[in-house]
Every structure is written in C-alpha cells, then in structure tokens.
C-alpha cells in the first residue's frame, strides 16, 4: 500500500464520519433553515477542516510502508483528529439554538450563551413541551398601549423581553393574534428587498435575530422557519 491510497482510506473514513455528524447537526441541532442562518455551518466548518482535510493530510505526508514507528504516527494523527473534531463539535453544540422566542415582534434564536449572559437558567426550558429548540413566545398585555409600555420599558432597565422567562408560553399553532405588528414588519422589510414581501403573501413575516445573524424570514403556519 502507497501513502496516496493509505490517504484515501483515511478520506474515505473521514468523510462518512463527517456526513454522520452533518446529519445530526442539520436534523437535531439546527433544523430547518438554523444551520443556514443561526451558525451552524460556520461551527461545522471547523470540524469539517480537520476531519476531512486535515487527517487525511497528514497521512498522506507521514505514510511509508515499512517504517520504523508508522503505527505510533497513525494513531497520533487519529488521536489528534478525534480531540480536534470532538472540540468542534461542543463548540457548535453549545451555540446550537436552544429556544426560538418571539417577543413582541421579532423571533430570537437563543442559546446557552445568551442565556447566561443574562444570569438566566436554560433550565426552564425543559418546563416547556416539545423537541428543542422550542418554540416560545412571551406573553404582553392584551392592550396595545400597555404592552408597547412594556417594551419600551425593558430596553430602559436592560432587561430584554426575550429574556424575561417569567412571561415565556409555547408558542400556539393559531398564531394570527401574536403577530399583531406584521403590517410594520412589512413595511421594514420593504425597505429592503421587494422579495419577502412577495413571499410574505404566502406566509407570516417575521423579524429574526440571533448571535450571528439578523432580517427577516418567512414563518409558515405550522411553526415551521421555511
């Protein structure tokens, strides 16, 4: 055996390993449209960098049939590249999306991070039913004015309405009376690009932010991100 084909076992290995992952990335951890908006391809990246590549790689230079200590060198590299790939996949395991929130008018995609950057227990999600990410929505005052008081007055005291677990409900299939703005959100979203508005007409317009992303997407009305 020649180290080009040694390689190519090893590429060969890498990357069903690597579409394994993929699979549960995108259907688990990021479903829907999350890996394409919400970072899930920029943390695979890492992961796809050394598992693909880089392994194989290195096999490719080290690998001569017959030399002293090619066992030793073969399993540094596999050690290495499970450690790198196992520290990929927590880091895109812990920024996965742990709730969807809609607070006022606006979806937040939030993860552990932005949980305990507000000294908040991802915890009370489990109260929640549903796979994760859930899907939630927190709960304003049936009077307009009174819940547009109440919006205003979190961003004053620094306390975030998507962040305010105590007014966390699920989300319901009927959710015509939560997006009460949609008309506002329209018009921002017309400023932008004619094209969502014209998908719009199919399905619920929504502002959508996260820790790496921000705009507008299209919610159909089964509580699916399309």
């Not at 943390?43 to 096999?59: K, Y």
């Not at 796979?131 to 005052?141: A, G, H, I, M, V």
């Not at 719009?200 to 919610?219: D, E, I, M, W, Y």
């Amino acid at each position: 055996m020649n180290r080009w084909k040694a390689s190519g076992i090893h590429l060969a290995i890498s990357l069903m390993v690597f579409l394994t992952l993929l699979g549960l990335v995108i259907v688990i951890w990021y479903p829907g449209i999350l890996f394409n908006i919400d970072g899930g391809w920029e943390g695979l990246r890492i992961v796809m960098g050394v598992d693909v590549v880089l392994g194989p790689l290195l096999t490719l230079v080290v690998f001569k049939l017959g030399k002293p200590g090619l066992k030793f060198d073969l399993s540094c590299i596999a050690a290495a590249q499970i450690a790198c790939m196992g520290a990929g996949l927590w880091i895109v395991y812990q920024e996965r999306p742990l709730a969807l929130v809609f607070a006022y008018d606006t979806f937040y995609s939030l993860a552990t991070g932005e949980f305990k950057a507000f000294d908040k227990d991802p915890a009370v999600l489990d109260n929640f039913p549903g796979s994760y990410p859930k899907l939630l929505y927190t709960q304003l005052p049936d009077n307009e004015i009174s819940a547009d008081i109440v919006n205003i007055r979190s961003q004053f005291i620094g306390d975030p309405l998507f962040m305010q677990t105590e007014r966390y409900q699920p989300l319901p299939e009927s959710v015509k009376d939560i997006f009460r703005r949609e008309s506002n959100i329209r018009v921002a979203a017309g400023e932008l690009i004619d094209e969502v508005i014209e998908e719009s007409t199919k399905c619920q317009l929504s502002r959508f932010v996260s820790a790496h992303t921000n705009g507008f997407v299209p919610l159909k009305f089964n509580l699916s991100l399309s």
